[in-house]
Each structure stands twice: as C-alpha cells, then as structure tokens.
C-alpha cells in the first residue's frame, strides 16, 4: 500500500483506496493530507491546553480551520499546497507552544499522552510515512470511531468555514474541532469513551448548522420558492461551483454591467433561491447537474469556471476546459489558477475570470426547462397550515427525507427508482446534490404543495431537522420520530458525516444510509449505530417502499 484512504462513499472495494483514490487523488497527495491532520493535531495539544487557561488565537482557529477543509474529498489535489500548509502548521504548533511556555501552562505531559507525539516532534514531510494516518491506530474499532469523529470534525470545519466568511463565528465550535483532534491522540482511548465524542461532535455539527444558517439568511435573507431557468442565454457566461455564497457574492458584484453572465452549477444551484441575489441581472440560472457529470458538462459550457470548495473532479488531460478553470478558498489542483482570500473588508479580485470570459463563446444548451426549490424551514413554515391539513386530511401520508450527496457510481440510480415509484400522496424533502437525481422529474403537486421540496445545499439539511422539529410541535407529539418521516439519505463525503452526527444527536432514529454504509464503520461500531438508533441500510426500492410506508 502506497496509501491508505477510506473517508468518502467511493473508497475502492468499499475497503479503501491504497495505491491512488477513486476521486483522483494520488498517493503524494493522501499523505501530505494525513500529515497535515497530524500536525494539527499536534498544534491542537497545546491551543486546547491554552484555551483551558484562557487565551485563544482566532487566526490558528482560521488556520486549523481552512486546512481540515483542504482535506476533504475532491476539495484539493495540489500538493505544493499541502507541502506549504504542513510547514506552517509546524510553525504554529511550536508558536502556541511557546505561547504556553510563556504564560506559564504546563505542558510537560503532551510528549508522553500523546499516541503519535513523539513522531511528530522533528517530522520532516515525508509523503510515505508509516507513522501516522488512519493505520497508525491499530484497534479496529477504536480506528473507526476515531475517523467517525475526525471525519465528522472535516464536515464541521467547512461549514464553520462558510460561515466565517460572513463575519459568524463560533468560539465553541473552534475549541471542539481543536479538542477532538487533540482527544484522538491519547493512548487510553475507549470505546464508550469515543461514542460520547461522537455525540458530542453530533452536538456541535447542530450548533455549525445553525450558525451557517444564521449567516446565510442574515446577510441573503430566507430562501423563497423560485423557479430557476435551467437554459441558456446567448451572452459569454461564466460557471461558479462548490458552495461559498460570499465567493458569488463578489463575482455577481464584478460581473454586473460587464456583458457576462453567471451561471450555478451543482450545489451553488440554492444560490438562486434567496432574496438577495435575485437584483443581479447577470444572473442567469443553472447550468448542468451533480458534480460527477462535470466532465462533459465544462466542455459545453465554453467560458471559465470557478471552484469555490470541493466537488473538483480532475479534467481529462485532453480536455479542453483545463485552461479555463480557476479555483479559491479551499479548492485547488495543480494546473489551475488559484484566486488568492480577500483582503479584511474587501473582496476577492475576479477580474481576470470575466476578462477570459468576454473572449469566450456563450454556453452550449444542453437542457431546457425550470428547477423549483426555496423550501428552507422559513418557507416552509410559513405554508404549515397547507402542511398540516394535507397531512390531516390523508392528502400526505409520509415525507420521505432523501438527502445527501450524489455519486458517479450507478447503485445510485436506486434514488431516482425510488423516487419514480413514490405513490402520489408522498412528499420528497431534501437538501444537498443528492436531489439532481430525480429534481428534474415532473412528479406533481399535492394541494399545491410541490412533491419535491429542496432547502438547498447540503448543509441546508438542517433547514429539514428544523422543519420536523416545528412539526412536532404543531402535532403536539413527544417524540421526533412519531413524526410521518422517513429518512432515506445517500451520502458521500465528511460533509455528510457531520450532518448525520447532527440528525442522531437531535434523536431522529431509523436513518437509511445508502447506496453503501462507510468503509471506515466496522462492524461492531455498525451495531452500536444500530442498536441504539437503529440506522440501515438500503436494498431495493420496491423492497424499502414496503419497509417505509407500512
């Protein structure tokens, strides 16, 4: 094994992927990763230490941050980052050391309480080595849950990260990402002891969820039902993806007047649905589907794209889009032009994407019609009455909760069977790319109530806890998941995790997972998820439709 990565949906074999990832990754790459991850948590030994004795440092915060963000899948594949991340994560693991050393902190023990410490005190960067990453923990079920929670700890970064772009912030959140990459060092770790830290991980995941959405709605107002035109207009256009709505917020405010347009692509797609964007009028609509079809989808759409978090997929080396392709924030590859942060108070400089985009030729149609979406809890609620006498009236007999993530690999067709074969009098929630499987089917209405409801992005999801929680409420019942909802979620990536951590912290039960469970549960912590939440998988969609609705 040249590696060893087993963090998203697609890990080869369902086992892991260990000479080169299925998402493009190469073996260079995944040990720079686990490298860095293992010097933050070197660098989070000693902040958590610091934080207990009162003093933090919100540019680390930031640091740690960004850098677990780098890591998630399909988020960066350029390793000179990677190299240029690790050797400042060296700088501040010893700045806040001497921090401690200077304010008096006692930090004699973390050489000897920490499981990888002593390889890490004169680590060079060295892309094969053995003693660290995900086999460096040699129980298998300790192993599992530790990824559970660092994993999920990835998810949480990216959306604290969004968050932060819009002046949010959370102290406790940054101290437990910092204090579960410190946690996941000690020697003694236990099992009952992990699967409290993942609850606790799910606690924070609630509390990342609600600040994103607080910083969203606040600076963009509530998502509101729109219909987004999934065509073409004849000006050049460029194409922005990923899921930071500040990054399209400083592209609109530069593009406005200058001849182009500006189009959403896969999970930037909710953009369309808040208030706040709609004054632009170089904002066209959405071009294309999920991620994974990005491939051939960039071809056609001729004008520059710009990546502004994961969901990169590697261009053929004879692709013709590969000079067109600028990234920021978290994003990159090698080959692409990286847009540097924004100033303090000021915005990212966009100016040579909309200059190569005058010299390009508008987009190829490769689709006609319109996507309905803008179902946030905001929304939502405000139709409850609608709500309740539906499902009062037998109108609605279940919400079916499909979301998640979406994939390349054809089990996932599963969710567009499944959907088809929804009898009429059942509503779809959902939230995240998973919804490009069956949100262009014409599926109908119920009393006016459209039988797809998108909330958006995948963090959006908690838009869909919120909305069973008022549920539960309106119907007077003492338990959440008395409620007419099944859960029916496909997953793929860390972001997913976190957001799952949070539905099981928040009590919902009964969770199908699909279109496989993670590579990185064994089975004895699978039991434990389903001894007492009682999560599965999926079989086929005729068998689950009987499963859901008796």
């Avoid at 946030?376 to 009455?385: E, G, N, R, T």
């Avoid at 699978?526 to 999560?535: A, H």
Wanted: proline share 3%; hydrophobic share 40%.
């Amino acid at each position: 094994m040249s590696m060893f990565c087993f963090q998203c949906q697609e890990t080869a074999k369902g086992i892991a992927c260990t000479t080169s990832g299925v998402c493009g990754k190469k073996e260079d790459v995944a040990n720079l990763q686990d490298m860095l991850i293992h010097v933050l948590k070197g660098a989070s030994l000693f902040s958590t230490k610091a934080r207990s004795a009162g003093y933090t440092d919100k540019k680390l915060d930031r640091f740690v941050m960004e850098s677990l963000f780098m890591t998630i899948t399909n988020a960066n594949f350029d390793k000179n980052v990677f190299y240029e991340r690790i050797k400042k994560a060296l700088v501040w693991r010893e700045s806040i050391k001497n921090t401690c050393i200077e304010k008096g902190i006692d930090v004699s023990d973390i050489k000897h309480d920490s499981a990888v410490w002593s390889a890490s005190q004169n680590v060079e960067i060295d892309e094969k080595s053995t003693k660290i990453g995900v086999l460096s923990y040699e129980n298998e079920d300790i192993r599992s849950l530790v990824h559970l929670v660092l994993f999920g700890i990835k998810g949480m970064a990216a959306y604290a990260e969004h968050a932060s772009n819009l002046g949010y912030e959370k102290d406790e959140i940054s101290a437990f990402i910092q204090h579960g990459l410190a946690e996941i060092t000690r020697t003694d770790l236990t099992a009952d002891y992990l699967v409290s830290l993942v609850m606790d991980c799910g606690k924070y995941g609630v509390d990342v969820m609600s600040l994103l959405d607080t910083a969203n709605t606040s600076r963009y107002g509530n998502p509101e039902i729109t219909k987004v035109d999934i065509g073409v207009r004849n000006n050049p256009g460029i194409l922005i993806s990923g899921h930071d709505l500040r990054d399209l917020e400083d592209l609109l405010d530069q593009t406005e007047g200058t001849g182009v347009d500006v189009y959403t692509h896969s999970e930037m797609l909710p953009a369309h649905y808040y208030p706040f964007f709609k004054k632009y009028t170089c904002f066209a609509g959405n071009y294309g589907n999920a991620w994974w079809k990005q491939r051939e989808e960039f071809e056609t759409f001729n004008g520059p794209i710009l990546f502004t978090t994961n969901c990169l997929v590697p261009p053929h080396t004879n692709a013709s889009y590969h000079d067109k392709v600028f990234t920021t924030g978290a994003a990159g590859f090698d080959g692409f032009k990286h847009i540097a942060d924004r100033p303090v108070d000021g915005k990212k400089d966009f100016s040579e994407i909309i200059t190569l985009a005058k010299s390009c030729k508008a987009p190829e149609e490769i689709e006609k019609g319109e996507i309905v979406g803008g179902f946030a809890h905001a929304q939502v609620i405000a139709l409850a009455d609608k709500v309740v006498e539906a499902v009062k009236s037998g109108a609605i007999r279940k919400f079916i909760v499909m979301a998640g993530c979406d994939g390349r690999m054809r089990d996932r067709d599963y969710y567009t069977q499944f959907a088809v074969k929804l009898p009429t009098d059942t509503v779809i929630l959902t939230a995240g790319c998973a919804k490009y499987r069956y949100n262009k089917l014409q599926l109908g209405d119920i009393n006016g109530i459209p039988r797809v409801l998108d909330a958006g992005q995948c963090n959006d999801s908690y838009s869909l806890a919120v909305i069973a929680l008022k549920l539960k409420e309106v119907f007077q019942l003492n338990d959440i998941n008395e409620l007419p909802i099944v859960y029916n979620i496909a997953w793929y990536e860390q972001k997913a995790v976190i957001v799952l951590l949070a539905l099981l912290y928040l009590g919902v039960k009964n969770i199908h997972l699909g279109p496989t469970l993670p590579a990185f549960l064994s089975p004895n912590v699978v039991k434990v998820l389903v001894d007492n939440f009682n999560i599965s998988g999926i079989t086929t969609p005729d068998e689950d439709l009987k499963a859901f609705l008796n």
